[in-house]
């Protein structure tokens, strides 16, 4: 990452980071990649109330 070796702790060996998305969304610890076409899959923070979508607010920059 950047040139450094990614830590245990942050997912070691590999991160997936999901831009514009909230952390949940990011992967870490990737054992297996499961591959679905249920449009209505719910992953485990989604079945807990989390949004599916995961969104980042849009800065504006438009000038007042």
């Given at each position: 990452?950047?040139?450094?070796?990614?830590p245990?702790?942050?997912?070691?060996?590999?991160q997936?980071v999901?831009?514009?998305?909230y952390?949940?969304?990011?992967?870490?610890?990737?054992?297996?990649?499961?591959?679905?076409?249920?449009?209505n899959?719910?992953?485990?923070?989604?079945?807990?109330?989390?949004?599916?979508?995961?969104?980042?607010?849009?800065?504006s920059?438009a000038?007042?």
């Amino acid at each position: 990452m950047n040139g450094i070796a990614l830590p245990a702790n942050r997912g070691f060996p590999f991160q997936l980071v999901a831009e514009a998305k909230y952390g949940y969304k990011w992967i870490k610890w990737v054992t297996k990649v499961k591959l679905s076409d249920n449009l209505n899959y719910r992953g485990y923070y989604e079945i807990h109330g989390f949004s599916n979508e995961a969104d980042l607010p849009q800065e504006s920059t438009a000038s007042p």
